[in-house]
């Protein structure tokens, strides 16, 4: 009930990297299920541990030894042993409720989504393809030796998306395993050779984030980044457009 209660209570407050145990602020619908998540995980948790801290204290403070004489031992005490079993069987059995239920609604496919894109990962860098509108962004490490200076990150290929409207991810890797990964979106997934994976993401917030690759996938590793940019509609249609008339289908 007391874990019930307080993950109820986190839902408002999700504001600054305090109240959100360290996580970033999320910029997606999706993100902002996982900040509850892990909020009310962590408020059950320390909960557990309050009442666990504050019973060893008064344990120790009022049940210490004095004299000779051995307290009343509680071996075998069945209802003891029940309580034992069956609060912490309870408390993970709603961890996992939540858990569950969270993670159903964020593998979750829509029938029609907004716009999709083409997600490959590559050694050591990303493809951006729009099927609906036959463009393509593909970043290149086109002399992966010479060292990059961290601050200039301009030639890293972007992603464009829509604010405000469902985007589903096909993520596909040509070699090894790599991981798509933007910290804002509070998720990453593995993109697998030979094994699709999906998943679809509504953005809440305009802005310019950098995205990853989270699994070791070899020497440039590090460098396999992008730019993810949120925009307004408009200005993702525009972009479309502009992108067309470029080049329709090539590379950036
Ligand atoms: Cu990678």
Known sequence: MLVAVVIGLTGC????????FGFPDPV???GNTVVTLWQGSWIAGMAVGVLVWGLILWAVVFHRKRGDRLPPQ???????????????????????YYTAKDENYLDKLPKNPAVT?????FQWSWAFNYPKYNVTTTG?????????????????PVLEIPVNETVQFNLASTDVVHA?????????RDVIPDHPNHFTITATKTG???????????????RMLFWLKIVPQQQFQQYIAQQQ???????Q
């Open 28 to 30: 997606t619908k999706e």
């Open 13 to 20: 407050t999700t504001n600054n990297t305090f109240t959100r």
């Open 180 to 188: 798509f990964w933007v910290p804002e979106f509070l998720f990453k």
């Open 117 to 121: 894109v083409n997600v490959t990962g």
């Open 74 to 96: 509680v071996r075998y005490n069945m209802p003891i042993e029940i309580m034992c079993t069956t609060v912490p069987f309870v408390l993970i059995a709603i961890l996992f």
């Open 245 to 251: 008339a470029q080049h329709s289908g090539s590379t």
């Open 208 to 222: 310019t984030f950098l995205g990853h690759c989270s699994e070791l996938c070899g020497v440039y590793h590090s």
């Open 140 to 156: 290149n490490m086109a002399n992966p030796d010479q060292p990059i200076n961290p601050q200039n990150k301009q030639n890293l």
